[in-house]
């Protein structure tokens, strides 16, 4: 693997504004307005922070997320932040693909596979907390 600058991973070159004891996110969500020069619209996305071992933290979900599954916050963990996953989990999939190659750099799948992994896995995470 070459070793070229993550797209969709970001670490904190200033504090937080999320509630989480996090250091960086990666981008799992957004709209694609041009999908060849991959030119993002913010309005629907999911975030995933770590701190500052790489730990996930929660996730954050855009207003619009929010307001359409009726959610409290815009920043989730535990089973909340799971049954979002789950729910767009064909979207990140999708989305995650333009960046296949950072993707696998950092995770060590490739998003198909990690996914499909991550949605059995999450599926059983859910179903023990109710």
Same mark, same amino acid.
């Given at each position: 693997?070459?070793? #070229?600058?993550?797209? !969709?991973?970001?670490? /904190? #070159?200033?504090? *937080?504004?999320?509630?989480?004891?996090?250091?960086? #996110?990666?981008?799992?969500?957004?709209?694609?307005?041009?999908?060849?020069?991959?030119?993002?619209?913010?309005?629907?996305? !999911? /975030?995933?922070?770590?701190? %500052?071992?790489?730990?996930?933290?929660?996730?954050?979900?855009?207003?619009?997320?929010?307001?359409?599954?009726?959610?409290? *916050?815009? /920043?989730?963990?535990?089973?909340?932040?799971?049954?979002?996953?789950?729910? /767009?989990? %064909?979207?990140?999939?999708?989305?995650?693909?333009?960046?296949?190659?950072?993707?696998?750099?950092?995770?060590?799948?490739?998003?198909?596979?990690?996914?499909?992994?991550?949605?059995?896995?999450?599926?059983?995470?859910?179903?023990?907390?109710?």
């Amino acid at each position: 693997m070459s070793q #070229t600058k993550l797209q !969709i991973v970001r670490k /904190y #070159t200033r504090e *937080s504004k999320s509630p989480f004891q996090d250091a960086s #996110t990666s981008l799992w969500l957004a709209s694609v307005t041009n999908e060849d020069r991959l030119e993002l619209d913010f309005s629907q996305y !999911i /975030y995933v922070h770590r701190d %500052d071992v790489g730990k996930v933290v929660g996730v954050s979900v855009s207003k619009s997320i929010a307001r359409e599954h009726s959610l409290e *916050s815009q /920043y989730l963990e535990g089973s909340g932040m799971y049954r979002i996953l789950i729910f /767009y989990i %064909d979207h990140i999939k999708d989305f995650c693909e333009l960046w296949a190659d950072e993707f696998e750099q950092f995770f060590l799948l490739p998003p198909d596979l990690f996914f499909e992994l991550a949605q059995w896995h999450w599926n059983t995470i859910i179903e023990k907390d109710g």
